[in-house]
């Protein structure tokens, strides 16, 4: 089985490196599968390690450290994501941070985004990649 190609945005990392019950199990459930390559990009980074970084809360800091070190695709082309992003907020009224996650996914040929926005905000409108509630997803795994 080819694995999938997904990204996960910073509400995914969050549960799993501070949640607690069924949202941070579903979280490192994800993070654990052997049948999924990660994207990351440095959108998500700048997103989610400057803050557990000042703050000086190591551990968490380090894993997303963990977690960027061993993605499998970077989507560091940042013109082309900003631009692609740019376009995605305009047609589906997404938020910066989501559009810039839905084009840096796209890049790399990602087959899934997975997210802790709940179903009916802007990001799941997008069609350029499938985009999943962490949430939805306890049933299915």
């Given at each position: 089985?080819?694995?999938?190609?997904?990204?996960?945005?910073?509400?995914?990392?969050?549960?799993?490196?501070?949640?607690?019950?069924?949202?941070?199990?579903?979280?490192?459930?994800?993070?654990?599968?052997?049948?999924?390559?990660?994207?990351?990009?440095?959108?998500?980074?700048?997103?989610?390690?400057?803050k557990?970084?000042?703050?000086?809360?190591?551990?968490?800091?380090?894993?997303?450290?963990?977690?960027?070190?061993?993605?499998?695709?970077?989507?560091?082309?940042?013109?082309?994501i900003?631009?692609?992003?740019?376009?995605?907020?305009?047609?589906?009224?997404?938020?910066?941070?989501?559009?810039?996650?839905?084009?840096?996914?796209?890049?790399?040929?990602?087959?899934?985004?997975?997210?802790?926005?709940?179903?009916?905000?802007?990001?799941?409108?997008?069609?350029?990649?499938?985009?999943?509630?962490l949430?939805?997803?306890?049933d299915?795994?």
């Amino acid at each position: 089985m080819t694995p999938r190609r997904t990204f996960i945005d910073a509400g995914v990392l969050v549960a799993a490196a501070r949640g607690k019950g069924d949202l941070a199990t579903q979280a490192m459930r994800i993070l654990d599968d052997p049948n999924r390559e990660f994207v990351g990009s440095p959108f998500l980074k700048l997103e989610i390690l400057p803050k557990p970084i000042y703050e000086k809360r190591r551990e968490e800091a380090e894993f997303y450290e963990a977690f960027f070190d061993a993605v499998s695709y970077r989507a560091d082309s940042v013109e082309d994501i900003v631009r692609n992003a740019y376009v995605e907020a305009c047609t589906y009224g997404l938020g910066a941070m989501d559009a810039l996650h839905v084009a840096a996914a796209t890049s790399v040929g990602a087959e899934e985004l997975i997210t802790t926005e709940k179903e009916g905000k802007p990001i799941h409108r997008v069609d350029l990649v499938k985009v999943l509630f962490l949430q939805s997803l306890q049933d299915r795994d």
